[in-house]
């Protein structure tokens, strides 16, 4: 069956056989949340142009898992923000397969925090909260730091890093998902995000053993918090001059 017939048909919320033992054994007795997820991003998703309809027969190996084995580097209890959320990835994975975090989804477009609000409510999630806001700006600057700040790592890592560095605690972490380059970018973008605040880069290969390939998660630490630089004070007119 084609792709177009797959989605436009029924499309099967659950993992496929081979992914099966995988994801039982990251969500555990909350697989069944995640299925339901996986089913609001096959057609919902998909009707608001949340996830692209290619993307629907990929949703267990490309998005779920992959946002899941994250869980490996989150200590027990966190709390948790997630940075330009979209559809929940992977801050709502995290909530689904771990029940003791508190999580954060912060994303911009009222149509996709309508979504996560609607998804939030849909699978009882009563530990998440969404704030519809831009990082660098409030409501998003304003919350309580963070012990870990995660996102799906599309923009460069010195650009990211001025977006979720500040809202982590001091001591608390950055947890980036990555492409196989990231050790270029690491060292490419070591002095601004030491700049920024940041302790030197590392990365971690999340999942192995458990999916094929492992994810790729660059991960910076908020060494110290920066001051906010002070507004420098208007300038006084001139003095009109004196006329000879």
Partial sequence: MCVNEWVT?????RP???????AAGLFGDRLSLAVR???LLMTDGVVRGLIGPR???????RHLLNCAVMGELIPQAARVVDVGSGAGLPGMVLAIARPDLSVTLIEPLARRTAFLTEAVA???LAAVTVVRSRAEEPPARDLDPADVVVARAVAPLDRLMTWCLPLAAEG???LALKGESASDE??????????LGGGPAAVHRCGEGIIEPAVTVVEVTRERI????????QARPRAARRRR
């Fill in 37 to 39: 997820y996986a089913e």
């Fill in 55 to 61: 993307e629907a027969p990929r949703i267990w190996d």
């Fill in 16 to 22: 496929p056989q081979p992914l099966e033992e995988a």
């Fill in 172 to 174: 608390g972490r950055v």
């Fill in 226 to 233: 920066l001051m906010p630089r002070s507004r420098p004070e």
């Fill in 186 to 195: 690491i060292a490419e973008h070591a002095s601004a995000v030491a700049a």
């Fill in 9 to 13: 048909d029924s499309p099967n919320p």
């Fill in 122 to 124: 849909e699978l009882g």
